[in-house]
């Protein structure tokens, strides 16, 4: 393999995914996913139940094994390593530091219930990164104080809203630094008067260029933020352009049908 | 919707309702019942009290007897050290079991399989025996060759066997326990650890484990509780805790049940102190599960006397 050159490493794509496939036994959930992901751009996806959106969030983090195709991350390979012209699998312990590049947030927050905010935060870097408790704990309460909790520090998940434990989920991916953020519909569990604080905390890291791949059901966010928007349909791309361009004028039928039900 | 001019009127009536004295429904059933539990209860203790064999006497005399007492400390003794290494082990194979290795979760499938379908008796027996084997085999063992008694009687060797044969046995009761907590934890919590890139030893002892703690710590209890009274057994390996001391008492001096009295006296009081432990360790692992804990024994007290002199207050 050759080193890439300035100019091709400059375009190179946050994600890449060429024909992926996944298959649950003999339900093929994924059949060919082809998108790009440029660094810096918050990529929307959007699509009916079922239709493979948080199996293919999934397969970018090596959640679930890719079973066809080709999926890169940052240029790596996600779950192989290429060597002698075959793919060999990654040890645990590569894709583990893998994934310690990717930060996800889930429709259902999964904070760790036995820790306070700041134990959720501080956790994963203070026993994965080579850093002092104190410097953890530092940027563990600024990114707390980032997503507007800096008085909810030391207060367990159980007594607080959805819509700031997902804030708290937020900040905890974050504190592992990752380059790449993967949400999967982190509003759906929220009461509706809560979905803006969250959505709010995800356009300030758009704003600072995060690149963020967004599952999400809130078309105004993506319409407003997103830089790219996918429609996906039985584990197909069926659809995809500018935001603005797929929610107002869509091409296909399916996908005016979907709209038609979510707008 | 309320008529606010006879809301006003009404108002004072409204805010004291006068309570309710009805005639309680009589249950003959209840206290015909009663008068019978009543009845054989009270012939119980006169023949207990009266009986001249029980030597009641006898059992208030060894009761505290210094060799009894030593036999209570042992047996406190060896249920600590065999629920130490019962749960230590049960973890071990719980994780085991869990694991994606199949070799590796076959081992703890046979090692439970193996100690829980043999009886606890004929495992005591068996480590108390092995020493014999094990020096003419010459087999190596991880304790060390100082471990090989010269006298199979020795106190440690008992006091090994002892524990060998309730730990190890106890390990592969709690494996159950423990897996069955690990298996409680939402899948979410190991999905969100494995995203922060956290490897599955650590996500097991960081995140899943502690919040299995309010599955597997209520069941060890009863384990504990029913370990205490296993210890027992070890008195056919000649093991001197509670059950043997008594033995070697009553062998002597012929008192067979007023030991025997006296060792369930100190087993029963042994086993309520753990019983009151258990419900005080209980609640405290159901908090966040239940909204409003149910009162315990000693505030509901409270809150009956406190009723009690209110009414005669009013
Ligand atoms: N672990 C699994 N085993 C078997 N089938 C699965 C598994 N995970 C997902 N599926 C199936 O794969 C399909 C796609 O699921 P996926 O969760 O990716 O959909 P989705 O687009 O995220 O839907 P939703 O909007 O409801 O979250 C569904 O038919 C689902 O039943
Ligand atoms: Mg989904």
Same mark, same amino acid.
């Given at each position: 393999?050759?080193?890439?050159?300035?100019?091709?490493?400059?375009?190179?794509?946050?994600?890449?995914?060429?024909?992926?496939?996944?298959?649950?036994?003999?339900?093929?959930?994924?059949?060919?996913?082809?998108?790009?992901?440029?660094?810096?751009?918050?990529?929307?996806?959007?699509?009916?139940?079922?239709?493979?959106?948080?199996?293919?969030?999934?397969?970018?983090?090596?959640?679930?094994?890719?079973?066809?195709?080709?999926?890169?991350?940052?240029?790596?390979?996600?779950?192989?390593?290429?060597?002698?012209?075959?793919?060999?699998?990654?040890?645990?312990?590569?894709?583990?530091?893998?994934?310690?590049?990717?930060?996800?947030?889930?429709?259902?927050?999964?904070?760790?219930?036995?820790?306070?905010?700041?134990?959720?935060?501080?956790?994963?870097?203070?026993?994965?990164?080579?850093?002092?408790?104190?410097?953890?704990?530092?940027?563990?309460?600024?990114?707390?104080?980032?997503?507007?909790?800096?008085?909810?520090?030391?207060?367990?998940?159980?007594?607080?809203?959805?819509?700031?434990?997902?804030?708290?989920?937020?900040?905890?991916?974050?504190?592992?630094?990752?380059?790449?953020?993967?949400?999967?519909?982190?509003?759906?569990?929220?009461?509706?008067?809560?979905?803006?604080?969250?959505?709010?905390?995800?356009?300030?890291?758009?704003?600072?260029?995060?690149?963020?791949?967004?599952?999400?059901?809130?078309?105004?966010?993506?319409?407003?933020?997103?830089?790219?928007?996918?429609?996906?349909?039985?584990?197909?791309?069926?659809?995809?352009?500018?935001?603005?361009?797929?929610?107002?004028?869509?091409?296909?039928?399916?996908?005016?049908?979907?709209?038609?039900?979510?707008? | 919707?309320?008529?606010?001019?006879?809301?006003?009127?009404?108002?004072?009536?409204?805010?004291?309702?006068?309570?309710?004295?009805?005639?309680?429904?009589?249950?003959?059933?209840?206290?015909?019942?009663?008068?019978?539990?009543?009845?054989?209860?009270?012939?119980?203790?006169?023949?207990?009290?009266?009986?001249?064999?029980?030597?009641?006497?006898?059992?208030?005399?060894?009761?505290?007897?210094?060799?009894?007492?030593?036999?209570?400390?042992?047996?406190?003794?060896?249920?600590?050290?065999?629920?130490?290494?019962?749960?230590?082990?049960?973890?071990?194979?719980?994780?085991?079991?869990?694991?994606?290795?199949?070799?590796?979760?076959?081992?703890?499938?046979?090692?439970?399989?193996?100690?829980?379908?043999?009886?606890?008796?004929?495992?005591?027996?068996?480590?108390?025996?092995?020493?014999?084997?094990?020096?003419?085999?010459?087999?190596?063992?991880?304790?060390?060759?100082?471990?090989?008694?010269?006298?199979?009687?020795?106190?440690?060797?008992?006091?090994?066997?002892?524990?060998?044969?309730?730990?190890?046995?106890?390990?592969?009761?709690?494996?159950?326990?423990?897996?069955?907590?690990? $298996? !409680? %934890?939402?899948?979410?919590?190991? +999905?969100?650890?494995? #995203?922060? *890139?956290?490897? =599955?030893? /650590?996500?097991?002892?960081?995140?899943?484990?502690?919040?299995?703690?309010?599955?597997?710590?209520?069941?060890?209890?009863?384990?504990?509780?029913?370990?205490?009274?296993?210890?027992?057994?070890?008195?056919?390996?000649?093991?001197?805790?509670?059950?043997?001391?008594?033995?070697?008492?009553?062998?002597?001096?012929?008192?067979?049940?007023?030991?025997?009295?006296?060792?369930?006296?100190?087993?029963?009081?042994?086993?309520?102190? $753990? !019983? %009151?432990?258990?419900?005080?360790? +209980?609640?405290?692992? #159901?908090? *966040?599960?239940? =909204?409003? /804990?149910?009162?315990?024994?000693?505030?509901?007290?409270?809150?009956?006397?406190?009723?009690?002199?209110?009414?005669?207050?009013?």
């Amino acid at each position: 393999m050759s080193e890439p050159t300035e100019a091709q490493a400059a375009v190179r794509p946050m994600v890449h995914s060429e024909g992926v496939e996944k298959w649950f036994g003999r339900l093929q959930v994924l059949q060919g996913i082809d998108l790009q992901v440029k660094p810096r751009e918050v990529f929307c996806i959007i699509g009916p139940s079922g239709s493979g959106k948080s199996t293919f969030l999934r397969c970018i983090n090596h959640l679930e094994k890719v079973d066809a195709g080709r999926l890169t991350v940052d240029g790596q390979l996600v779950g192989y390593q290429e060597r002698g012209g075959r793919l060999h699998e990654l040890p645990d312990k590569e894709v583990c530091r893998r994934r310690e590049e990717i930060g996800m947030v889930f429709q259902r927050f999964n904070l760790f219930p036995h820790m306070t905010a700041l134990g959720n935060v501080m956790e994963a870097p203070l026993r994965l990164k080579d850093e002092n408790k104190a410097a953890v704990r530092e940027r563990a309460t600024a990114l707390l104080r980032r997503v507007g909790l800096s008085d909810k520090l030391n207060v367990y998940p159980t007594q607080l809203s959805g819509g700031q434990q997902q804030r708290v989920a937020i900040a905890r991916a974050l504190a592992m630094q990752p380059k790449l953020m993967l949400f999967d519909e982190p509003t759906s569990a929220l009461d509706p008067e809560l979905v803006g604080e969250v959505l709010e905390v995800m356009r300030g890291l758009a704003e600072d260029g995060m690149t963020m791949i967004v599952v999400t059901h809130e078309m105004g966010f993506a319409r407003e933020v997103g830089d790219a928007l996918v429609f996906m349909d039985q584990g197909q791309v069926v659809e995809t352009g500018s935001p603005r361009d797929v929610i107002s004028d869509p091409q296909h039928e399916r996908t005016r049908s979907f709209l038609s039900k979510v707008l | 919707m309320d008529d606010e001019g006879a809301g006003v009127a009404e108002a004072p009536a409204r805010s004291r309702p006068e309570a309710i004295r009805a005639v309680p429904v009589r249950h003959p059933g209840r206290w015909v019942s009663g008068a019978i539990v009543l009845v054989v209860a009270a012939q119980l203790i006169h023949w207990f009290v009266t009986n001249k064999e029980l030597k009641l006497g006898t059992v208030r005399h060894y009761l505290f007897d210094h060799s009894i007492l030593v036999g209570v400390g042992v047996t406190l003794e060896l249920t600590a050290v065999a629920m130490i290494m019962g749960v230590i082990i049960g973890v071990v194979l719980a994780v085991m079991r869990l694991s994606r290795n199949p070799i590796v979760a076959g081992g703890s499938w046979l090692y439970v399989w193996f100690f829980r379908g043999t009886p606890v008796l004929v495992q005591l027996l068996f480590w108390y025996n092995l020493p014999t084997v094990a020096r003419s085999l010459s087999l190596g063992i991880p304790f060390g060759p100082s471990w090989l008694p010269q006298n199979p009687k020795d106190l440690i060797t008992a006091f090994i066997a002892a524990c060998l044969g309730l730990g190890l046995n106890e390990g592969a009761y709690m494996a159950e326990i423990v897996r069955a907590g690990i $298996l !409680s %934890v939402d899948e979410g919590q190991v +999905e969100a650890a494995s #995203a922060l *890139g956290m490897p =599955r030893l /650590l996500s097991m002892r960081r995140i899943v484990l502690p919040q299995a703690m309010r599955v597997i710590i209520p069941p060890t209890g009863n384990e504990t509780i029913s370990m205490l009274k296993t210890t027992s057994l070890a008195s056919v390996i000649a093991f001197p805790e509670l059950l043997y001391t008594a033995q070697i008492i009553y062998s002597r001096t012929y008192e067979t049940i007023p030991l025997l009295l006296t060792a369930s006296i100190w087993y029963l009081f042994m086993t309520s102190v $753990l !019983s %009151v432990g258990q419900y005080y360790l +209980e609640r405290r692992f #159901a908090r *966040g599960a239940l =909204r409003e /804990l149910p009162p315990t024994p000693g505030q509901r007290i409270r809150r009956w006397v406190a009723l009690r002199r209110g009414r005669a207050l009013t």
